[in-house]
């Protein structure tokens, strides 16, 4: 039934998504009217039920959203912040309780006191100006953190023109596309949003599937609480992101290019829209792009809420307009993927990285970094750090340099750092001196690098707190396919939330149970994830944790 599904959303492409005109009938209420979901049914030809299960998914697109006007960001930095009551209560101040909702992580990490109001997030001091945000247009929205590159800035080098920047991009029309391919695989670039998957192979893969229409995903909806580098370069760097899918497209034969843009960073949709229409000026998108015989064009599709369209199946469900569930694998989306046809999805940073390796060759690229862990990486620091911000290191940095020479340490006392996002590990302070910045590394201690985002635990943060905060994320954001995770996660918040406020001791054997099933039994990464970081806890701080369990 999926795949029939899956081709007969396809029928309208992607300019008409049903999941685009659901947005657009979100905005002036929060949700969709009844009504209207029956009509969208009608259209694109399916059952009222389905319309009506994607709707309800989303947190913006959710019948409980209608009348939403302002969103405190409940992000983990912002709650181990401690700002986010202050930012709720001095919202009941100019809205009624019932107008404010809740968005998570709205990528102002570095100042926390985040919020959403009117398409703009705000942070930091903005708070003291609430009169005027919400009785005046303003650009009080806008912030400011430090961006350094510790060695050689590749992917924070400042932009230059169009024609200058695109030039190696022309270059390489003129060359075969297996050469231009064979370059990427030398470099030996990895996903930079989790695991580390070759970047070459999975192009590789689709570029050897036949078929007429292919699809390049940029997956920008990876919204690990933390993380704001794939913000900084949709806002700072959109041509950085835009010339990698259009190299991806020449190499797997792809001809149209998607942009998955988390609702939470809705600055950034209309930024890449201007990028995209320049390239359209300048004739680099289009039909036949500078005589080549390439065709490649993009469409920005806005995201409206739901922390699992990061993993990449759940995103190709959801741009068609299906529930986003996670797909049973395989087949693969390079194989099958949007509309049943061949996708390669990759997320922002990892994207942004083909301009260096196309402009000086992939062993340029592959002498940066580790043998195995090659280039560069963006880390974000967050409001704990003296120096918070975003930095660019050479994988192999050790972590101690990030912390102490580039962030200059923390302002009060921390405890433990959470690394790469929610399913991301809890590193102790006693082990910074163990890691380095690459994917070996932090595999081999126990942890994931993931997208190198750093959140500090303070010291007066009980521990079992952050694990009742995990488990709250995970059950709240599964997609609920698979039983390990829908139960499990809420199992887990249960037993957490017990032992927190009523005194439960929870037995250890069950809830090592509880974890090894999520592991073991789910379908994505989400629910088998989600033990790394509870499992650290554990066993970096039993002394703290053993008066919960039995």
């Not at 073991?520 to 509870?534: D, K, M, N, V």
Request: a negative charge; one cysteine or more.
């Amino acid at each position: 039934m999926s795949d029939n599904l899956s081709e007969l959303l396809g029928r309208k492409k992607v300019d008409q998504s049903l999941f685009n005109k659901m947005g657009e009938l979100a905005k002036p209420a929060g949700t969709p009217s009844d009504e209207e979901l029956a009509k969208l049914a009608d259209d694109f030809l399916i059952g009222k039920a389905n319309a009506y299960g994607t709707a309800s998914f989303y947190d913006f697109l959710k019948p409980e959203n209608k009348g939403k006007k302002v969103y405190v960001c409940n992000g983990t930095a912002c709650v181990c912040a401690g700002t986010q009551d202050t930012v709720g209560n001095s919202l009941k101040d100019h809205f009624k309780e019932d107008e404010i909702g809740h968005m998570t992580c709205l990528g102002r990490c570095h100042e926390n006191n985040a919020f959403h109001y009117n398409g703009k997030n705000y942070s930091g001091d903005a708070l003291h100006n609430l009169d005027q945000i919400i009785n005046s247009k303003n650009e009080l929205n806008q912030d400011n953190y430090t961006i350094k590159a510790s060695g050689k800035a590749i992917l924070t080098q400042s932009f230059t023109t169009i024609s200058d920047f695109y030039k190696p991009l022309i270059d390489a029309l003129k060359k075969d596309s297996a050469e231009i391919l064979e370059e990427i695989k030398t470099s030996n670039v990895r996903g930079r949003g989790g695991a580390g998957f070759p970047m070459g192979l999975k192009l590789e893969f689709c570029r050897n599937v036949e078929n007429a229409t292919k699809f390049i995903i940029c997956n920008a909806d990876e919204g690990d609480p933390g993380a704001f580098s794939d913000r900084y370069l949709l806002e700072h760097q959109p041509h950085s992101v835009l010339f990698g899918m259009l190299i991806s497209g020449y190499v797997t034969h792809a001809s149209y290019g998607i942009v998955y843009i988390r609702a939470e960073y809705p600055e950034a949709a209309k930024i890449v829209q201007d990028a995209i229409d320049d390239l359209r000026n300048e004739g680099l998108i289009g039909d036949n792009i500078h005589g080549s015989g390439f065709n490649f064009d993009f469409k920005i599709i806005q995201a409206q809420g739901s922390y699992i369209c990061g993993e990449e199946t759940a995103l190709i469900n959801s741009i068609e307009g299906q529930r986003p569930e996670v797909r049973v694998r395989p087949p693969y989306p390079a194989q099958k993927g949007l509309f049943n046809k061949p996708t390669v999805v990759n997320n922002v940073e990892t994207l942004a990285a083909l301009h260096y390796i196309i402009s000086n060759g992939g062993n340029a690229w592959k002498q940066i970094g580790t043998e195995r862990s090659s280039g560069t990486k963006l880390v974000s620091l967050d409001s704990f750090f003296n120096r918070p911000g975003l930095y660019e290191v050479e994988m192999g940095t050790p972590l101690s340099v990030v912390i102490n020479d580039l962030g200059g340490g923390f302002k009060s006392d921390v405890k433990a750092l959470q690394i790469g996002g929610p399913l991301g590990g809890v590193v102790p302070i006693s082990k910074i001196n163990d890691l380095t910045i690459d994917f070996e590394s932090f595999s081999k201690e126990g942890f994931l690098l993931g997208h190198a985002s750093i959140i500090c635990i303070p010291s007066s943060f009980p521990m079992m707190k952050f694990i009742e905060h995990l488990f709250d994320f995970a059950s709240y954001e599964s997609c609920g396919k698979c039983f390990p995770c829908r139960l499990g996660t809420k199992r887990g918040h249960e037993l957490s939330t017990k032992a927190l406020h009523s005194g439960h001791k929870i037995d250890q054997k069950l809830f090592s149970d509880l974890l090894t099933t999520l592991e073991q039994g789910s379908l994505c990464a989400h629910g088998g994830g989600i033990p790394l970081p509870i499992r650290n806890t554990l066993h970096y701080f039993e002394d703290e944790l053993k008066t919960y369990f039995n």
